[in-house]
């Protein structure tokens, strides 16, 4: 016969066992939507002391999660795998609304049903609609990056091929570095296919490097590595690291494909000068060309509309900014940190006013920002021994980088005064 006692020590660790599982689930579903480690730790924080929490400790790596805490009088200490990672701007959306939502006296077991419902929702847009918005980014980046109309129209197909194609091998669950190879090889052969064909038309390709990089500046890992960056300065050192390097390898992959590329069908990728306009049409043609890639990969992300448009936005402002201060002498770097700044304090007064997930409108505009093109640069230079362009090159991509980090970085200082 069992007693009162014993019963309701079951009860205590059958609830316990409840709760913990819930942290644990909302935080991989947010690590793997690809928010920071710092963010997921804060959220989780808020649903323990709601749901009954006495004590908590989380750490984040990006594999996996552990809690440790006390629940009811029971101590208990759990881990969870968080499965591949990605990036998902409406599921992280969610579930910071859900953990606003939940109130003391909430059972684990309804926040499990809510759980399960967010990540079981379809994603908002198709793999057609988004191939088409990166086909068009890339078309955007190739113009950035100084291309004419020939290159911007070869990189656009190349961009929008490769982006169906990681979609299609993300689907059959692909390996992340191999996908990203393959994808690389797709995208650029597909340019140097469209260049090939566009020459034998009569069509000059005065600024074939430019299209050419910019063909794969899509798959470059923009999100681990800003993200690794923002928890390295929050001391989230071991899911810090772990972003750095699954971003580093992602790009190491990417390059590979580049290099087989470059190697087959012997591309120069030399810099040329840029494609020669007036600079109000510059102006104005950057300024389509940042929002175009802001809200495509607003989109990608699977962000909401609304948040498709305010990234579009804010990638227009930021990065015309980051670009006329440049223009006015601003070395690259100091104008990045001004346009990251500017990102993450308009971010969270979207947040505030519309209730925009930060991640929907900083994400976005900061990956365009991202210097894609040296990052190929330096890799592909130091494959060829040129050893001085290829430290410039990675010079000036971690500065940039480090640039982004410590302007979003920064904005949180007014986080705080704001709230």
Same mark, same amino acid.
């Given at each position: ?17 409840? &709760?913990?599982?819930?942290? @644990? ?14 963010? *997921? ?32 009088? /029971?101590? =208990? ?5 968080? %499965? ?5 701007? $409406?599921?992280?959306? /969610?579930? /910071? ?27 908002? $847009?198709?793999? #057609? ?10 078309? %955007?980046? &190739? ?35 191999? %996908? ?6 797709? &995208? ?103 929002? =175009?890639? %802001? ?14 448009? *305010? ?20 070395? @690259?770097?100091? &104008? ?10 308009? *971010? ?7 209730? #925009? ?5 900083? !994400?976005?505009?900061? #990956? ?5 093109? +040296?990052?190929? /640069?330096?890799? !592909? ?7 001085? +362009? ?30």
């Amino acid at each position: 016969m069992v007693s009162s006692c014993e019963t309701e020590t079951n009860a205590a660790a059958a609830l316990t066992h409840e &709760a913990v599982g819930v942290l @644990l689930q909302f935080g991989s579903m947010m690590v793997r939507s690809g928010n920071t480690a710092t963010r *997921a730790r804060a959220w989780i924080e808020l649903i323990a002391k709601k749901i009954g929490f006495d004590a908590i400790s989380v750490n984040v790596s990006l594999d996996c999660i552990t809690v440790s805490g006390s629940h009811s009088g /029971e101590p =208990v200490t759990a881990m969870r795998d968080i %499965g591949p990672p990605g990036i998902n701007a $409406y599921r992280i959306g /969610e579930l /910071e609304r859900l953990a606003k939502s939940i109130v003391s006296g909430t059972s684990p077991r309804q926040i499990a049903e809510k759980l399960a419902g967010i990540e079981t929702a379809l994603p908002l $847009y198709s793999s #057609i609609p988004i191939a088409i918005a990166i086909s068009a980014a890339s078309g %955007g980046f &190739a113009f950035l990056s100084g291309a004419a109309v020939p290159e911007i129209t070869a990189a656009a197909i190349g961009g929008g091929g490769g982006q169906w194609l990681r979609l299609w091998l993300s689907r059959r669950q692909f390996n992340h570095f191999g %996908g990203a190879t393959v994808c690389a090889v797709a &995208a650029s052969g597909v340019y140097v296919l469209a260049a090939a064909l566009a020459s034998s038309l009569g069509l000059g390709f005065s600024h074939y490097a430019a299209g050419f990089i910019a063909s794969v500046l899509f798959l470059v890992p923009g999100v681990p590595l800003v993200a690794g960056l923002l928890d390295l300065l929050q001391y989230q050192t071991l899911a810090a690291v772990s972003r750095i390097a699954y971003g580093t390898m992602i790009l190491l992959a990417v390059a590979l494909g580049l290099s087989i590329v470059i190697a087959v069908a012997g591309v120069d990728v030399s810099r040329q000068p840029p494609f020669e306009l007036s600079y109000p049409a510059k102006v104005l043609l950057r300024a389509v060309a940042s929002f =175009v890639a %802001g809200a495509a990969f607003a989109m990608l992300f699977n962000s909401p509309a609304r948040a498709v448009v *305010a990234a579009g936005l804010l990638g227009l402002l930021a990065n015309d900014l980051r670009l006329f201060l440049n223009d006015m002498g601003m070395m @690259l770097a100091p &104008a990045t940190f001004l346009a990251a700044l500017t990102i993450g304090i308009v *971010a969270l007064l979207l947040e505030q006013r519309f209730d #925009i997930s930060l991640m929907a409108t900083t !994400v976005s505009p900061i #990956i365009i920002m991202m210097p894609g093109l +040296n990052a190929f /640069e330096t890799i !592909v230079l130091f494959n060829q021994g040129e050893m001085v +362009n290829a430290l410039q090159a990675a010079a000036s991509c971690g500065f940039v980088i480090g640039a982004l980090a410590m302007g979003l970085a920064s904005s949180r200082f007014f986080r705080q005064r704001m709230t």
